[in-house]
């Protein structure tokens, strides 16, 4: 799959902010400009809250982060890229004279995508020397969160653009979607405008209140959509006849008189007030960068959630992420030998995120499990037992575990897991995890495991193949040298 090898971001607010993020935490280098005088803070707290969501949102190892560096012009920034994604305000004319300017000095085999989010691209590109490579990319905030990305060509956009722009999104967890016609707002906000049309009538007319509105939305059908959408939605809806029957029993009702659906409010001073003064009760005194955490901690749960959807397979976005995760894993599996195995392997970095704490604020306890679990498979890779060995039909599965809660992780903490192989032969690897705070070096957590080598589709134990074998017995014989690990072999239950 081709992926982008170097990215540029013209724009650095709230949407080009987020276009950063995910190119950067893609592993990939981006240039920007941005005239803003305070760019580079609006950017750095947009790159700190998408990493804060990262660490809840995947375990899988992402690649080194990509360079972030800040240009003094357009022409520095879009040297060299090969995705240019322009993001400035959305006013015809100044998106009109930036691109034209980035296509006179992009490389000839850019791609250039506009984040518009309603101006058509035919119109954006009629200046342009080089219009074939226009595009729009209409993303949805926050960028390095959700993963759609609305594609729309011009009148001459080349099809082979198109095509380009869809293969290189999943390399970095995003999901294009071709509109196959280019229409204003095209189809996200053409749905948003309708409800968001019909909201503001119903503030309008006293008929509810903003935080009302929203609690219909989020405790209702919005639970819907975040899996399935709208017509599948409806379909489940018209029950076993499903949709022709929906469409027969609830079609009439679009003839009723309940909509103002074509009707445009009056956004006057005193509805614009009203609005403001409910909105800011409903706030309740929290931050614009207080709610954008909340929604991001909320958005990760529900990717989690939907992750694990039809039976493990993924659901939506969920098996977005999951096919995104396994090609983290895929990639992150090359690892080579570490200089000095004659000490613990020290393989999982990360930090105790909102997502694995319980009410005392300290993580739970299957995120021990978990943690643990990623240390196993961090070890896994590093001999060779990588997806690709694991789609072949082997693995090593855990079939004993043992964990002592020594200390306490809390939220926020930087931790660190470290693995020692007390023995192995040809289908067994026994091996001890010790959980340390990464700070004080104070040791956390231990895990005694025993994992047996396993042909998944015979379903039975087998000998591991001579290349996985000899570098598991290489780490063994290396960690022989070392003490026997305070807790090794203790049961539950055990005296000190």
Known sequence: MTKISKAACIGGGVIGGGWIARFLLAGIDVDVFDPHPEAGRIVGEVIANAEKAYAMLTGAPLPPRGRL???PTLAEAVTDADWIQESVPERLDLKRRVLTEIDATACPDALIGSSTSGLLPTDLQRDMTHPERLFVAHPYNPVYLLPLVEIVGGA?????????????????????VHIAKEIEAFVGDR???????????LIHDDICTVETLDDVIRYSFGLRWAQMGLFQTYRIAGGEAGMRHFLAQFGPCLAWPWTKLTDVVDLDDALIEKIGRQSDEQADGLSIRALERIR???LVGILQALKGGDGGKGWGAGKLLKDFEQSLWANGGGETMPVDPSKPLRLVETKVSPAWVDYNGHMTEH????????TSDALLRLVGVDLAYVEAGHSYYTVESHIRHLGEAKLGQA???ACQILSADEKRLHVFHTLHDTATGEVIATAEQMLLHVDSKAGKTVAAPAAVLGRVKAIAAAHAELALPEGAGRYVGQRR
């Open 415 to 417: 931790i660190h897991s």
């Open 296 to 298: 991001d901690e909320n």
């Open 191 to 201: 749905l948003l405008e309708a409800l968001w049309r019909e909201a503001l009538w």
């Open 367 to 374: 995120r021990y499990l978990q943690v643990f679990g990623d």
């Open 156 to 176: 001459k956009t080349s099809p082979a653009t198109i095509r380009a722009a869809m293969e290189r999104l999943p390399p970095i967890g995003m999901k294009g």
């Open 69 to 71: 560096r800040f240009c």
